[in-house]
């Protein structure tokens, strides 16, 4: 159990990271991505299990490949 939380989390801090250098803030991010900012804030913060399909519409949101959202997670 530990090593999903582990990928979680690492998720997380990679969404946050490429959200932080394209300017994004939270909530500003969550209305592009069509999502919560509180689901975002979860995401981020290694508590969510993040459907595929919300994984693609913030790569989209991004500008980036799901491949790329990925890489180093």
Known sequence: MAKRA???????????ELRKEQGYSQEG??????????YI???ERGERNVALKN??????TLGITVA???DGV
């Open 55 to 60: 994984i693609e519409r913030i790569a989209e």
């Open 29 to 38: 991010f969550a209305y592009e991505c069509e999502l919560d900012r509180t």
């Open 41 to 43: 804030g979860g995401i």
């Open 6 to 16: 582990d990928i979680l989390k690492r998720f997380g801090q990679r969404v946050r």
């Open 68 to 70: 790329e959202l990925m």
